[in-house]
């Protein structure tokens, strides 16, 4: 079984869907397919999300009608037979209607998220109808079906695969699957999703459960680059990364990948695709357990970042003193993205802000504690790193008139990170572009 996941710009025209639906049965080779939302869809339906709990009434109605034309025109260009284009029109409706009731109802977290979900389950409809008109036989899985997180929110990866099994095995000798992306149930059984980004976990969650022979990503890109390209003019596509590479890049912010999607295919040891649907022949990126070859490879950054200095004299010749500090963010459930220390304060990055208030008060029990915002972590990933000639040197050469804030080094051989303030970003990915990769 292969696994091939086509992003909003893969489906978000209706002769990309054709495209796709060319790929996905080119080589007759049994596919589970999955699919995005079509691309601006997710952001509309957040959007519309937002007014309701800000009760603008008439700025959701706005946004859903605008949606509404969209879909309606995209349904006029895809669907050229009658039978395919009426049920279109007819689900597509239905989708709506209930966009529109939502309007009528106060948002509660789980409406949110039932909102957020038409998204792909419009977009997977549509794609099946198309396959429908155009003769090729396939099974509309629905993803609310198996893709399920745990009490903790967490994709549960053993229950996937058993529920998956038993839907597969329901559609005998059939080769050809259709699912959709970033949305499955939680442990209450509520429609949920996997976070922005997230049909890439689903891909890779599907593959681990299946045993697939290889997951794709097919995006609107070549690959993995060197280097971020909405931020840097010149930047390459890296021929190969190895699952633990490419897993700090996703998680220090390359948008290609969701941050956590690499681990279930790393567990199964199944290689993650890189592909662009626009260039199908170019030859993207390959992520698999080999690394390929040594040194720097790319650099990825992450906004949005808020800095906490801790400071006390007590931790002067202390033991526990850190373990009482990491205790306030685990109450708080807030993942610690870097760390340093010198012989009288810690400083930690975290990448949200919802506890940082309690966080502050628990922690000025015990020190003094000062909060910087708008930081960037910026992540220079690769193989080895630390044995590779005079890295930090070239580094520190290439971005010297950069205010770095935070410099962590040493905590895997394939990350040197770094704190900045969020406006020099795009200065420092341009020197380091400039300084490390020569371009
Ligand atoms: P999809 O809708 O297919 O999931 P995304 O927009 O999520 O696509 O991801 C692809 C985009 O990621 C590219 O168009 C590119 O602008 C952006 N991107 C950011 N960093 C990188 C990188 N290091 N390599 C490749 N693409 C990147
Ligand atoms: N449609 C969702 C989003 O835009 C999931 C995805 O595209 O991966 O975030
Ligand atoms: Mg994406």
Same mark, same amino acid.
């Given at each position: 079984?292969?696994?091939?996941?086509?992003?909003?710009?893969?489906?978000?025209?209706?002769?990309?869907?054709?495209?796709?639906?060319?790929?996905?049965?080119?080589? %007759?080779?049994?596919?589970?397919?999955?699919?995005?939302?079509?691309?601006?869809?997710?952001?509309?339906?957040?959007?519309?999300?937002?007014?309701?709990?800000?009760?603008?009434?008439?700025?959701?109605?706005?946004?859903?009608?605008?949606?509404?034309?969209?879909?309606?025109?995209?349904?006029? *260009?895809?669907?050229?037979?009658?039978?395919?284009? $009426?049920?279109?029109?007819?689900?597509?409706?239905?989708?709506?209607?209930?966009?529109?009731?939502?309007?009528?109802?106060?948002?509660?977290?789980?409406?949110?998220?039932?909102?957020?979900?038409?998204?792909?389950?419009?977009?997977?409809?549509?794609?099946?109808?198309?396959? /429908?008109?155009?003769?090729?036989?396939?099974?509309?899985?629905?993803?609310?079906?198996?893709?399920?997180?745990?009490?903790?929110?967490?994709?549960?990866?053993?229950?996937? !695969?058993?529920?998956?099994?038993?839907?597969?095995?329901?559609?005998?000798?059939?080769?050809?699957?259709?699912?959709?992306?970033?949305?499955?149930?939680?442990?209450? %059984?509520?429609?949920?999703?996997?976070?922005?980004?997230?049909?890439?976990?689903?891909?890779?969650?599907?593959?681990?459960?299946?045993?697939?022979?290889?997951?794709?990503?097919?995006?609107?890109?070549?690959?993995?680059?060197?280097?971020?390209?909405?931020?840097? *003019?010149?930047?390459?596509?890296?021929?190969?990364?190895?699952?633990?590479?490419?897993?700090?890049?996703?998680? @220090?912010?390359?948008?290609?990948?969701?941050?956590?999607?690499?681990?279930?295919?790393?567990?199964?040891?199944?290689?993650?695709?890189?592909? $662009?649907?626009?260039?199908?022949?170019?030859?993207?990126?390959?992520?698999?357990?080999?690394?390929?070859?040594?040194?720097?490879?790319?650099?990825?950054?992450? *906004?949005?970042?808020?800095?906490?200095?801790?400071?006390?004299?007590?931790?002067?010749?202390?033991? %526990?003193?850190?373990?009482?500090? @990491?205790?306030?963010? /685990?109450?708080?459930?807030?993942?610690?993205?870097?760390?340093?220390?010198?012989?009288? !304060?810690?400083?930690?990055?975290?990448?949200?802000?919802?506890?940082?208030?309690?966080?502050? !008060?628990?922690?000025?029990?015990? !020190?003094?504690?000062?909060?910087?915002?708008?930081?960037?972590?910026?992540?220079?990933? %690769?193989?080895?790193?630390?044995?590779?000639?005079?890295?930090?040197?070239?580094?520190?050469?290439?971005?010297?008139?950069?205010?770095?804030?935070?410099?962590?080094?040493?905590?895997?051989?394939?990350?040197?990170?770094?704190?900045?303030?969020?406006?020099?970003?795009?200065?420092?990915?341009?020197?380091?572009?400039?300084?490390?990769?020569?371009?």
């Amino acid at each position: 079984m292969r696994v091939m996941k086509f992003g909003g710009t893969s489906v978000g025209k209706p002769e990309r869907m054709h495209q796709v639906s060319q790929l996905i049965t080119r080589e %007759g080779v049994p596919t589970i397919v999955v699919l995005s939302a079509l691309s601006g869809t997710t952001n509309a339906l957040v959007e519309i999300s937002n007014c309701l709990a800000t009760q603008n009434k008439k700025g959701a109605t706005e946004k859903i009608d605008q949606l509404e034309k969209h879909y309606a025109q995209f349904i006029n *260009d895809l669907l050229k037979k009658e039978a395919p284009k $009426n049920k279109g029109e007819e689900l597509i409706k239905e989708h709506f209607e209930f966009l529109r009731i939502t309007q009528r109802i106060s948002l509660s977290d789980a409406l949110n998220k039932d909102i957020l979900a038409q998204g792909e389950l419009m977009s997977t409809k549509l794609f099946s109808l198309y396959l /429908e008109q155009e003769n090729i036989e396939h099974v509309l899985i629905p993803a609310l079906d198996f893709m399920c997180l745990d009490a903790n929110d967490e994709p549960d990866l053993s229950l996937i !695969a058993e529920k998956i099994k038993g839907v597969l095995a329901a559609h005998g000798t059939k080769k050809l699957f259709i699912t959709q992306g970033y949305i499955c149930r939680n442990a209450k %059984g509520e429609v949920d999703n996997l976070k922005r980004g997230g049909s890439d976990y689903t891909a890779s969650l599907v593959a681990a459960a299946v045993k697939a022979s290889v997951c794709e990503i097919w995006t609107d890109i070549d690959g993995m680059h060197n280097n971020d390209p909405r931020v840097v *003019d010149k930047t390459v596509a890296i021929e190969q990364l190895s699952f633990d590479e490419a897993a700090e890049l996703a998680y @220090f912010g390359a948008k290609i990948l969701h941050p956590t999607c690499i681990w279930p295919a790393q567990q199964e040891n199944i290689p993650v695709r890189l592909l $662009n649907t626009m260039q199908p022949e170019a030859a993207g990126t390959v992520i698999k357990k080999e690394a390929g070859s040594t040194g720097v490879k790319a650099v990825a950054a992450k *906004d949005q970042i808020t800095a906490v200095k801790i400071k006390s004299t007590r931790m002067l010749l202390a033991y %526990g003193f850190l373990r009482k500090i @990491f205790e306030v963010f /685990e109450k708080y459930k807030t993942p610690i993205d870097m760390i340093t220390t010198s012989e009288v !304060a810690v400083s930690v990055t975290i990448d949200t802000d919802i506890h940082l208030s309690e966080i502050i !008060a628990e922690l000025n029990n015990i !020190a003094s504690v000062e909060v910087e915002k708008d930081q960037t972590i910026v992540s220079i990933v %690769g193989n080895e790193i630390a044995k590779t000639d005079a890295v930090l040197n070239k580094l520190f050469a290439a971005i010297n008139e950069i205010p770095v804030t935070m410099v962590s080094y040493g905590g895997s051989p394939h990350n040197i990170s770094l704190l900045i303030p969020s406006s020099f970003k795009t200065k420092t990915l341009q020197l380091i572009n400039k300084g490390l990769f020569h371009l």
